[in-house]
């Protein structure tokens, strides 16, 4: 059955684990996910982006997660929208029947102009309001994702009003984030502390100085009641770029973030990790090879099968590693 982000996530910090939060786009990888989910009985949160809807259409990508909770009536189930940028989509959203929504309002952010985090406020502030009047869930956002190897902030070309903005200025500030939580009373809270969506988000294995755990503890410690999302969370794994890079397809070195520094953040409040790029990974190797290994092959559900299977292991992987196996 379909339940709030909050529910789960405030079980999820009573008992010390975290959950992965999965984008979805279509029926195979709902499918992957619910079988790792029913295999190792963990609840399930599946977001989808603005690329999703634009995708597959709001009304499919709606009914597959209704599907998903139809076939699996014993699996809470939480239907997130990842990254509403305004407060128009996140309405459009609870209005078709997402449990909860993300209002990002750090987008304006990133360019570090006086007015950007008041901005942030108002626009979480509204959609809060809104929300909870219904009992939809709120993630909110604060900080620049983005690489600290580079210095540069994703969505914009690291040039803030004040020049090239600093490793401190992509962080979340701790104080900042109180503030923030205190005036929104979002259900969780987005942080940036170095990681950046997609597979390129760092040039070697992270340490300290690219990949800011450390700030999730200092966050942690000011808001500790707040639950904490990391965005950007896929591991990459090298055997997934090994397949593809044999089977014909082009990938550069580059190195994600390491699953057991993620459940290091779990220990610091960190209740949803966003997992998209590891399931692309995975679903193209297994289609690559597939498509190598039988070339007269022509039914797609044969190679979706595969796909399938691939990113269903990378799910019922993190449900294991974060601790939510055996929690639904
Ligand atoms: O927020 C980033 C997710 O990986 C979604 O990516 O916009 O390509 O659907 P997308
Ligand atoms: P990845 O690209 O690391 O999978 O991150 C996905 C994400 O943060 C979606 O909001
Ligand atoms: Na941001
Ligand atoms: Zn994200």
Redesign the pocket.
């Known amino acids: 059955s379909l339940v709030s982000m909050r529910q789960l996530l405030d079980h999820a910090a009573e008992n010390g684990y975290g959950l992965p939060a999965f984008?979805v786009n279509n029926l195979e990888q709902v499918q992957a996910i619910m079988q790792a989910a029913d295999e190792c009985n963990s609840p399930v949160i599946m977001?989808g982006?603005a690329g999703a809807r634009k995708y597959a259409g709001e009304a499919f990508l709606r009914h597959l997660i209704l599907a998903a909770a139809e076939a699996y009536p014993h699996i809470p189930i939480v239907m997130h929208q990842?990254?509403g940028a305004s407060p128009a989509v996140c309405i459009q959203a609870m209005r078709s029947g997402f449990s909860s929504v993300m209002m990002d309002g750090s987008l304006l952010e990133d360019a570090k102009t006086p007015s950007s985090y008041d901005y942030n406020v108002d626009v979480t502030r509204r959609v809060v309001d809104m929300a909870h009047a219904i009992g939809v869930s709120v993630e909110g956002e604060l900080g620049c994702l983005g690489s600290l190897e580079s210095g540069m902030g994703e969505k914009e070309d690291g040039h803030g009003a004040e020049g090239v903005l600093t490793h401190d200025q992509l962080l979340t500030d701790p104080d900042e984030a109180a503030d923030f939580v205190k005036r929104t009373q979002v259900d969780a809270l987005a942080i940036a502390i170095g990681?950046s969506?997609?597979a390129y988000?760092f040039t070697r294995k992270p340490t300290g100085d690219i990949l800011a755990i450390e700030r999730i503890k200092q966050i942690h410690a000011r808001i500790p009641n707040t639950h904490l999302v990391m965005?950007?969370?896929?591991s990459v794994p090298q055997e997934w770029l090994d397949i593809i890079r044999e089977f014909g397809g082009e990938m550069k070195e580059t190195y994600?973030?390491p699953v057991e520094e993620i459940v290091t953040g779990i220990k610091y409040g960190v209740r949803k990790i966003?997992?998209?790029?590891?399931i692309r990974l995975a679903m193209t190797g297994a289609t690559r090879r597939f498509l190598a290994q039988h070339k007269s092959e022509f039914d797609p559900r044969k190679f979706l099968k595969e796909a399938t299977s691939a990113a269903k292991d990378i799910c019922k992987a993190r449900f294991e590693a974060f601790g939510c196996a055996g929690q639904a």
Do not use: L, R
């Open positions: 984008n977001q982006s990842d990254h990681t969506h997609g988000k965005h950007g969370s896929s994600g973030v966003n997992i998209d790029t590891d």
